[in-house]
């Protein structure tokens, strides 16, 4: 997540204005459901190269991003493929279990494949639309759509919290390290529960300092977004 607020500011398109963005994130989400497969690869190919190039980023590390949540959809696509049933002359291939047969035919490997492209373009628009984004336009965009004020103010202090809660783990973790906390197994398991505990106490301590600092300042309940119009 932090990749990807770091990269968004660095876009070519950052300053866009996010209204457009988000149109063509709906058109390309839009072709990736109606397009034939033959399609929605052209399309698939399309935004990794237009994504590429507006990150400034090289295709080998978009690439191993989009392995992430490939691996969830290679699990898909198994039991997608696999069919069961009592009639073997419908498989292509199978083997018998008890009174039915488990195998492969052709209606689910035409299912598996439309449903491989239609997901890898839809993941496709979906990091184009997340890495060019940055999070102040997405406030910005939010606004705009009339979005409560209330959810607006609960996404600001989660993604806050994010980074706080990342950062003090990094902080914790790098100590451990520097004691060889790390250097078995027996005390990788015993650094890990001891960071767990200590994570949590850091950041109930940190959101106590935030209160605090909201008190100084005569929080009324109410946070002001000043972000600007898109």
């Not at 902080?171 to 650094?191: E, K």
Request: hydrophobic fraction near 55%.
């Amino acid at each position: 997540m932090i990749g990807i607020d770091k990269l968004s500011y660095q876009s070519r398109w950052r300053d866009k204005d996010p209204r457009a963005k988000f149109a063509l994130y709906l058109l390309f989400m839009t072709l990736a459901m109606v397009l034939s497969p033959l399609g929605q690869a052209v399309l698939l190919v399309g935004l990794v190269m237009l994504s590429c190039y507006l990150l400034r980023i090289s295709l080998l590390r978009y690439l191993k991003w989009l392995l992430i949540p490939c691996s969830f959809l290679v699990f898909g696509l198994i039991a997608i493929v696999l069919s069961i049933g009592i009639q073997p002359e419908k498989l292509l291939w199978g083997f018998r279990i008890g009174q039915y047969w488990l195998g492969i035919d052709m209606q689910g490997i035409q299912i598996a494949n439309q449903t491989l492209w239609r997901s890898l373009a839809a993941l496709s628009a979906t990091f184009w639309f997340m890495m060019n984004m940055p999070f102040e336009q997405i406030i910005r965009l939010l606004k705009f759509c009339r979005v409560p004020h209330l959810l607006i103010e609960q996404l600001l202090l989660t993604w806050r919290f994010i980074f706080i809660f990342v950062e003090e783990a990094a902080a914790i973790h790098h100590a451990q390290s520097l004691r060889f906390g790390y250097r078995t197994l027996r005390t990788s398991y015993h650094s890990l529960a001891m960071l767990i505990s200590m994570l949590f106490v850091r950041v109930m301590n940190r959101y106590q300092q935030m209160s605090v600092a909201l008190e100084l300042k005569l929080y009324q309940g109410n946070f002001h977004l000043t972000i600007g119009k898109p």
